[in-house]
């Protein structure tokens, strides 16, 4: 048994919040991120947030440590687009492993600053793997439902860089997030495999976190919540959950119904509500945590953090009202769905 693993059967471990919401805060010009390093590359650089691991370390290391401060036992790399699949947005694919490298050391150096401060505290370093910018299951050409734009070794080939990277950069556990093609996913979690049996290094632990995206239950490519358990369990992941798309109010069905099924540890990272006219997120932290505490008593959490609209204010007050509350028990026997 793994530390982690240890820790997760005496309390509810906390995840962070939403980097992108953070980012948006310092208001960053297309100047910040090209920085000295991408200043005369060919295209615009803007809203190309894991670029700034690199361009801007200080920002994010800081929105780490942010993060740790406020109770977050585990903060997610920097890393959510860092495979060379979604950079080719930005012509960037040769530089999905140094994106990831430098994601890693901004996270450590977070961690650092708040152990050197804190010696006695355990902190965690999740490696960010997010669901890529194609997916395999769903055409992008209404008029040819066959038509794919990538292929699952291309897929495959993406994420095993990004793993490859992300361990040698030196996180704790990888977080496969933010699934709405369950296709992809595979992808990921093959890639995973096979980086660890190609380097005969011990695995390390492995979150799943898949996204229902409306008020049908269903993830994008059309799977209900037990679909997406079964289709993923086969991995055997130290957590499976969900995060994304939904505030805690629409989440909670479906996460009360994963706590029924799963045989592994649960997590959930939910939303700040649903997006106003604007897109932004106005539940406040005291509010989500109410929320968020009626998870916890009914006992459907092992960890548990923020996605859009969160910040180190929500994290804390998460915090706060689960600090206390008994973790999940895993299921002993897998549940008829």
């Known amino acids: 048994m793994n530390h982690l693993e240890q820790v997760l059967q005496e309390r509810i471990l906390i995840l962070d919040g939403a980097m992108g919401t953070m980012i948006q805060k310092h208001r960053l010009q297309e100047a910040d991120y ?7 590359w060919k295209k615009d650089l803007k809203g190309n947030n894991d670029l700034l691991s690199i361009t801007k370390p ?22 959510f687009n860092a495979q060379r699949i979604s950079l080719a ?16 050391a901004c996270a450590q150096n977070a961690r650092k ?22 997916t395999l299951s769903i055409s992008p050409d209404v008029n040819n439902p066959g038509f794919r ?7 495959t080939d993406a994420y095993y860089e990004q793993v490859k990277a992300l361990v040698e950069g030196g996180v704790d556990v990888l977080l496969i997030e933010t699934i709405f093609d369950t296709l992809n996913a595979k992808a990921a979690i093959y890639a995973v495999k096979k980086y660890f049996l190609d380097t005969a290094q ?3 632990p492995l979150m799943i976190s898949g996204t229902i995206t409306d008020a049908s239950g269903r993830t994008l490519s059309g799977q209900t919540m037990d679909a997406f358990y079964v289709s993923v369990m086969h991995a055997h992941p130290l957590t499976i959950g969900l995060n994304c798309a939904l505030g805690p109010a629409e989440m909670r069905q479906h996460v009360q119904r994963l706590s029924q099924i799963a045989t592994c540890f649960v997590s959930a990272y939910p939303n700040a509500g649903l997006p106003n006219a604007m897109g932004e997120y106005d539940q406040t932290p005291s509010e989500m945590a109410l929320h968020i505490k009626d998870w916890a008593e009914q006992g459907f959490l092992n960890i548990v953090g923020g996605c859009c609209g969160t910040t180190p204010d929500h994290i804390a007050a ?3 009202v689960v600090q206390s509350a008994t973790p999940r028990h895993k299921k002993s026997s897998v549940i008829a769905v």
């Open 34 to 40: 090209r920085g000295k390093e991408f200043a005369h």
């Open 58 to 79: 200080s920002v994010i290391e800081d929105i780490h440590l942010q993060y740790y401060q406020a109770g977050a036992d585990i903060v997610e790399t920097n890393t």
């Open 89 to 104: 947005d930005y012509q960037m694919e040769e530089y999905a492993y140094q994106f990831n490298i430098h994601a890693v």
């Open 113 to 134: 600053r708040y152990t050197d401060k804190n010696p006695d505290a355990i902190k965690y370093i999740a490696g960010s793997i997010g669901p890529m910018s194609k």
């Open 149 to 155: 734009t990538v292929t699952f070794q291309q897929v």
């Open 202 to 204: 011990p695995p390390l």
């Open 318 to 320: 998460i915090k706060n």
